[in-house]
Nanobody, 123 residues
Framework: QVRLVESGGGLVQSGGSLRLSCAVS????????RGWFRQDPGKEPEGVACIDNAAGTTWYADSVKGRFTISRDPATNTVYLQMNSLKPEDTAVYYC????????????????WGQGTEVTVSS
C-alpha cells in the first residue's frame, strides 16, 4: 500500500506564493509518477502538474504554466508544487496522487491519493 500526505496549503493573497509538499510512504516501489490535482466544490477535479519520478519529465495544465513548478527530491521521495503569482481562481483543495506507471494527467490514471490540502487565494 502507498500512503501520500500533503502539506503546505493555506490562505494567501492574490499574487502571493505557496509551496505544497507530498510525502510518500509504504510500498514506494509502486510509485513511478506523481501528480497534483485540484478540485473546487461543485467542479470536476483537474490535473495541475505531474512528474515522472525517474526521468523528471513534467506536465502542466495551461492555466498554471509559468506560475507553478513541480519538482521532486529523490532522497526523501517528496514531491513539491511551488505556486507563484496565485490567483483567486487557484482556490481549491489540492490533492497529491501517485501511479505505478509513467507520467499521466488524468484523474482516472492514478491509483493512490492523499487526503488533500486546502488552498485559498483572496482577492
Amino acid at each position: 500500500q502507498v500512503r501520500l500526505v500533503e502539506s503546505g496549503g493555506g490562505l494567501v493573497q492574490s499574487g502571493g506564493s505557496l509551496r505544497l509538499s507530498c510525502a510518500v510512504s509504504g510500498f514506494t516501489r509502486d510509485v513511478y509518477a506523481r501528480g497534483w490535482f485540484r478540485q473546487d466544490p461543485g467542479k470536476e477535479p483537474e490535473g495541475v502538474a505531474c512528474i515522472d519520478n525517474a526521468a523528471g519529465t513534467t506536465w502542466y495544465a495551461d492555466s498554471v504554466k509559468g506560475r507553478f513548478t513541480i519538482s521532486r527530491d529523490p532522497a526523501t521521495n517528496t514531491v513539491y508544487l511551488q505556486m507563484n503569482s496565485l490567483k483567486p481562481e487557484d482556490t481549491a483543495v489540492y490533492y497529491c496522487a501517485a501511479r505505478p506507471r509513467d507520467i499521466g494527467h488524468r484523474v482516472w490514471q492514478y491509483n493512490y491519493w492523499g487526503q488533500g490540502t486546502e488552498v485559498t487565494v483572496s482577492s
